[in-house]
């Protein structure tokens, strides 16, 4: 989905914004806090429901406003959000309101590439865990189905860890039973997956750090050799006393491995933030071109691209990203670099001037 319109409306110091004819390369920049990057948190919104700097409404949504509104249009659909200051939103495509999000993010497949950030690789796996199921939901048709079954089975079982100490396995059993089934089904899917993502992987990192040999491996998060009921049954006390469920698919990880050593050393531990950097760009590139093979386009968003990366790794950036046909909104102090891309790239594009909340076209 390409966007050729977006308005927003009380986000942040953006009162009201009007953007037409949008192309391929969306170019906004101006001073620090001029509201650049609230443009990039807008269409966040937008496609996730959720912003990536807060969770909380009322620090995006203007002071003394009540809700904040984002709409968006391309030549197929139009999509519009009006979020709450409570929390709650009303979506609407093509004038008819849905109830789910999901519905929203089938349509538009958003990438947010943030060279300043480490934590995928640095943190916990959580983040790694949910970089493949962003993947997952995009390209594998039966993986939202099970994922919800499975959620909804650990939720119900860790409520009943947590409310009675005097749990039997009889007690458990259904839950069980359904982490089980679904577990294994979200077990075999991620690995399928990752077979298919490791070979678009290499090819970007090969691109972007060619001295380096760097791997996808799965750890599932349960023993795959006996099975997940046989850890559920086996971890029957130890779970009561932890008041949660420690095996299944939400432990999983996805490991980044190096070779060249006995060890395959964690990437976390062995390279420098710049390498990290651009490990975390082969890592999405490498996502966005799975999707592109499937005939889905994704929207990007770029924040401070000339902030973090050096000139010839953002040149190398935005020719990936526009070989892929992704529709790209970037942010940057320095426009001057950035123009330069572009024309050397021929690539279409339109630039706006951020000021005070206010955004204009400019002159390339």
């Known amino acids: 989905m390409q966007l050729t319109r977006l308005n927003i409306e009380r986000v942040r110091n953006l009162q009201a914004v009007a953007l037409q004819e949008l192309q391929p390369f969306n170019i906004f920049y101006g001073q620090n806090g001029s509201g650049k990057t609230s443009i990039l948190e807008a269409i966040h919104l937008l496609a996730t429901g959720r912003s990536f700097r807060t969770h909380i409404p009322k620090r995006y949504i203007q002071h003394h406003a009540e ?27 093509n004038g008819d309101s849905i ?18 950030s480490t934590d995928i690789i ?10 493949l199921d ?4 995009h390209v594998e048709p039966e993986f939202y189905f ?56 290499q090819q970007d990192v090969r691109q972007l750090l060619p001295n380096l040999e760097i791997t996808l491996e799965y750890q599932a998060g349960f023993h795959i050799e006996q099975g997940l009921m046989q850890d559920l049954i086996q971890q029957h006390t130890k779970d009561i006393d932890r008041r949660y469920t420690e095996y299944g698919p939400h432990r999983a990880d996805l490991c980044l491995k190096i070779a060249g050593d006995a060890l395959r050393s964690d990437a976390a531990h062995v390279l420098s933030r710049g390498q990290k950097k651009l490990l975390i760009m082969a890592l999405k590139l ?19 691209l000339t902030a973090e990366l050096d000139f010839a790794a953002q040149q190398r950036l935005i020719e990936r990203l526009s070989q892929l046909g992704s529709q790209v909104f970037m942010t940057t102090l320095d426009q001057s670099s950035v123009l330069k891309h572009v024309h050397d790239l021929s690539i279409s594009f339109q630039l706006f001037h951020v000021v005070h909340g206010q955004v204009s076209l400019a002159a390339p």
């Not at 999901?102 to 590439?113: F, G």
């Open 122 to 131: 640095d943190q916990g796996s959580k983040p790694r865990r949910q970089l």
């Open 286 to 304: 490498s996502q966005i071109a799975m999707l592109h093979a499937a005939n889905k386009e994704t929207v990007v968003l770029l924040d401070d």
């Open 67 to 93: 809700h904040a509104v984002i709409f968006a249009q391309s030549p197929q659909e139009r999509i519009g959000m009006q979020k709450f200051a409570s929390g709650e939103q009303l979506i609407k495509v």
């Open 134 to 137: 962003w993947l997952m939901f």
């Open 146 to 201: 099970a994922w919800q079954y499975y959620s909804r089975a650990l939720k119900q079982r860790n409520s009943l860890l947590k409310s009675r100490r005097n749990l039997s396995l009889a007690d458990l059993e259904p839950w069980n039973k359904m982490l089980s089934e679904y577990g294994e089904i979200l077990h075999s899917q991620r690995v399928a997956m990752i077979e298919q993502w490791q070979q678009f992987f």
């Open 99 to 116: 109830a789910s999000q999901s519905q929203l993010a089938k349509l538009l497949p958003l990438q947010l590439i943030d060279p300043q």
